[in-house]
Structure formats: structure tokens, C-alpha cells
């Protein structure tokens, strides 16, 4: 059984920083790409950023230059750096992977928990 498992969240001064984890752990052939969203209350879940399994990286405009993802394939996990944290950015952020379980298995998607970051002005 495949599970994703975040820990990072909490709260933090406007400006400051912190750093997400999400763990993939079960039997896992291949994992393709991986990615952060964030929901505030009464919106929408949006993408932050994603990365490819080459490393290939992509962000949501209002979080480019402050925020990194990266991974660690070795491990099945992956990161958010976020810096330079602004009030806006408080939301509930979940990890998102799409994961083939064999090489005859389609691809599927995972999500973590969720974790909570507010950010104080």
C-alpha cells in the first residue's frame, strides 16, 4: 500500500522560512512527476510547483523565485523550500505524486495529508 507522508508545516513571521517533506513509502516502481498544491479556505486547490523524475521544474507565478522544489529519488521524497513567506501564501499544502506501482501498472495519483501553513503578517 502506497502512502505519501508530509511533516514542514507550521507558523511563521512574513518573510520568514520553511521547508516541506512528503515521503512516498510502499512498493514503488516509478514515481512521475511530483508536486506541491496549496487550498486556502473557500478556494480552489492550485498547483505550486512540480518536478519530473529528470529533475525538470515548473512553479505557479506567485511563488516563483521564493520557493524550490526538490527530490530525492533514492529515498521517494521530495521538498518545497518555501522563502521569503508572505501572508498570502497560508494555506493547507499537499504533495501529489503520480506513481506506477510495476512496469505493467498505469500511472496513479497519490496525495499526502496535508499539512498547515500559516504565515503571520
Known amino acids: 500500500q502506497v502512502q505519501l507522508v508530509e511533516s514542514g508545516g507550521g507558523l511563521v513571521q512574513a518573510g520568514g522560512s520553511l521547508r516541506l517533506s512528503c515521503a512516498a513509502s510502499?512498493?514503488?516502481?516509478?514515481?512521475?512527476?511530483m508536486g506541491w498544491y496549496r487550498q486556502a479556505p473557500g478556494k480552489q486547490r492550485d498547483m505550486v510547483a512540480s518536478?519530473?523524475?529528470?529533475?525538470?521544474?515548473s512553479y505557479a507565478d506567485s511563488v516563483k523565485g521564493r520557493f524550490t522544489i526538490s527530490r530525492d529519488n533514492a529515498k521517494n521524497t521530495f521538498y518545497l523550500q518555501m522563502n521569503s513567506l508572505k501572508p498570502e501564501d497560508t494555506a493547507v499544502y499537499y504533495c501529489?505524486?503520480?506513481?506506477?506501482?510495476?512496469?505493467?501498472?498505469?500511472?496513479?495519483?497519490?496525495w499526502g495529508q496535508g499539512t498547515q501553513v500559516t504565515v503571520s503578517s
Open positions: 501529489n505524486a503520480r506513481i506506477k506501482l510495476a512496469t505493467w501498472a498505469a500511472y496513479r495519483d497519490y
Open positions: 510502499g512498493i514503488i516502481f516509478n514515481i512521475n512527476p
Open positions: 518536478i519530473t523524475a529528470g529533475g525538470s521544474t
